[in-house]
């Protein structure tokens, strides 16, 4: 086989393991947020362990970024490519983690009565996973244009978590009881406006994919 055919073979599997890393993700910030919700203990449980396959998945990532990088030697779009494909799969094993947090918090609360319907948490998730979606999309397609357009959505995340933060704040004021719990969803908000902010890194490497520019989206 051609070397740069080969190349190519290497680059594709790349991008699938990319994006099977981006999906499992993107289903484990869901079910996190599902299993807060519900207040399901079990599934919490799940997402916790099953983050082992996430975190080894980006593993096999950075090593064949790494050894692609050594062996084959690439330049310009090519070497943009994998210098970007690694740090996105950084980007979405950190999003894993995240993931895990929310279910620790689930955890923490357990079946205590909610102080609060969980409204914002759910609209924050559901952007989240629409950055996701778009995202992928736009790194298979190396869309410049639908990846600053998805970084755009950011701000609708911290909207939410602005006002969020200032309704945990008046009940943590009001009721010192229900300060603790209070704590633990502001916990839970922040880390889906992280998750945005992530979402908003990896629009930044398929830019960087495209015109060798570097910009920053979370402005």
């Known amino acids: 086989m051609p070397t740069r055919q080969k190349f190519d073979d290497e680059l594709l599997q790349l991008r699938i393991n990319i994006l099977d890393l981006g999906t499992m993700v993107d289903q484990q910030i869901t079910l996190a947020v599902s299993a807060l919700i519900n207040q399901d203990l ?51 094993e950190r999003m894993g983690d995240l993931a895990v947090d929310l279910a620790k918090i ?33 790194y298979v397609d190396e869309n410049c244009g639908a990846a600053e357009e998805m970084s755009l959505m ?19 004021m009001e009721d010192p009881n229900k300060v603790i719990q209070a704590n633990y969803l502001l916990f839970a908000s922040r880390f889906l406006e992280r998750l945005g902010d992530y979402c908003t890194n990896i629009a930044e490497e398929i830019v960087y994919i495209c015109n060798g520019k570097r910009m920053d989206l979370n402005e």
């Open 42 to 92: 079990e599934l919490a449980k799940s997402i916790v362990i099953k983050d082992l396959d996430c975190n080894d998945l980006q593993a096999i990532i950075e090593e064949k970024c790494i050894l692609l990088i050594a062996i084959q030697q690439p330049f310009a779009r090519d070497l943009r490519k994998l210098v970007a494909g690694f740090k996105i799969s950084m980007y979405l």
């Open 106 to 138: 689930t955890i923490r609360i357990g079946q205590e009565p909610f102080i609060k319907p969980l409204v914002d948490i759910p609209r924050m998730s559901s952007l989240v996973h629409d950055m996701m979606v778009i995202g992928l999309k736009a």
């Open 154 to 172: 950011d701000d609708d995340i911290d909207k939410i978590y602005s006002g969020v933060f200032e309704e945990l704040r008046a009940i943590m």
